[in-house]
């Protein structure tokens, strides 16, 4: 019965104080005004105007609906703001899950940069390690999956964000530190050192150990980065990481690395949205910038082609 016409109309009249004034404000007539009033208070079988009051004040009635305008007009009119943003691709929600422990060493700062330019897009950051991200995605509970494991799903594309080398981390004093590279029966004898990840998503084995049909002697698991650095320097073991995220040890002289079989072992980055999102400015912007902020803070990777499944 009540449409938000009346609540315009009604709020109108209170803010200008009679009919006339209100009706120059809605771009309407003072008849048609007072017949569009009429018109609602036969419906609603109460007046909503004493209108022999000087100037015309609302009865009980009215005040009523003036509360219900007081409440939904402000909501509405926030509603078709935030709307209209949403079509200009200027805000909208960002939650991110990353299947790559050692991201966080250029996710963060790629986050905060994006932040400073896209401030009314919210941004959510949760690791996932401990459920399955992609099937999150697909049901709208994520927006984007930073992962190395692309998998065929028809409601997700994969946005390359880099190349990089996996290699293997070793002591300066491992007698795999003369290597160049080595080859997967080499580490039989090793303890190797990895992520608290189930196995099917540690590259090292989908894509070098179990090709060769190759158990290492013994795993170790460790959360952080640079507990694993620090346990591979110690000689408690080797670990298979990424290029750029062994950059900082290197220098010190603890680590050598050895490349994963005389080509090396490469893999590409994705950011992983679903289809329909993927043209969405905000998104597309947080990725130009994660790529941006890639290329000037990390060593030894390289461009990626866009992929197909």
Same mark, same amino acid.
């Given at each position: 019965m009540l449409e938000i016409r009346h609540l315009?109309?009604?709020?109108?009249? %209170?803010?200008?104080?009679?009919?006339?004034?209100?009706? *120059? =404000?809605?771009h309407v007539t003072q008849s048609a005004l007072s017949h569009q009033l009429r018109?609602?208070? !036969? =419906?609603?079988? &109460?007046?909503? /105007?004493?209108?022999? &009051?000087?100037?015309a004040r609302l009865t009980t009635a009215g005040l009523r609906v003036l509360a219900l305008a007081d409440e939904v007009l402000p909501r509405l009119k926030a509603t078709e703001r935030e709307l209209q943003r949403l079509a200009a691709g200027r805000t909208g929600r960002l939650h991110l899950a990353i299947e790559c422990h050692s991201c966080f060493q250029? /996710?963060? @700062? +790629?986050? $905060?940069?994006?932040? %400073? *330019?896209? @401030?009314?897009? !919210?941004?959510?950051?949760?690791?996932?390690?401990?459920?399955? @991200?992609? @099937?999150?995605?697909?049901?709208g509970d994520l927006d984007v999956v930073i992962t190395s494991d692309p998998q065929e799903l028809d409601a997700v594309c994969y946005l390359p964000l880099f190349r990089y080398e996996l290699v293997l981390a070793v002591a300066a004093a491992n007698p795999l530190a003369q290597?160049?590279?080595?080859?997967? %029966? %080499?580490?039989?004898?090793q303890v190797l050192i990895t992520y608290p990840v189930e196995r099917q998503r540690l590259d090292v084995f989908t894509a070098f150990l179990d090709p060769a049909d190759v158990e290492p002697a013994a795993? #170790? &698991?460790a959360e952080l980065t640079p507990i694993i650095a620090q346990l591979v320097a110690s000689q408690r073991g080797v670990a298979a990481l990424p290029n750029w995220a062994l950059t900082e040890y290197l220098g010190q002289g603890w680590l050598r690395v050895c490349h994963l079989g005389e080509h090396g072992v490469w893999r590409t980055l994705?950011?992983?949205?679903?289809i329909? $999102?993927? $043209? &969405?400015?905000?998104?597309?912007?947080?990725?130009?910038?994660?790529?941006?902020?890639?290329?000037? !803070?990390?060593?030894?990777?390289? +461009?990626? #082609?866009?992929?197909?499944?």
């Open positions: 315009e109309t009604i709020a109108a009249i %209170q803010e200008a104080g009679s009919l006339q004034e209100a009706a *120059e =404000r809605l018109d609602l208070e !036969t =419906r609603l079988k &109460t007046p909503l /105007l004493n209108r022999r &009051t000087r100037p250029w /996710l963060m @700062p +790629a986050m $905060d940069a994006f932040r %400073q *330019e896209w @401030p009314d897009v !919210t941004l959510d950051l949760s690791a996932a390690f401990s459920f399955a @991200p992609l @099937p999150a995605l697909v049901r290597y160049r590279y080595i080859e997967a %029966q %080499q580490l039989e004898d795993l #170790r &698991t994705y950011a992983a949205v679903r329909e $999102d993927a $043209d &969405t400015h905000y998104l597309k912007a947080f990725v130009d910038k994660a790529q941006e902020i890639c290329f000037k !803070t990390l060593s030894g990777i390289k +461009a990626a #082609r866009a992929h197909k499944v």
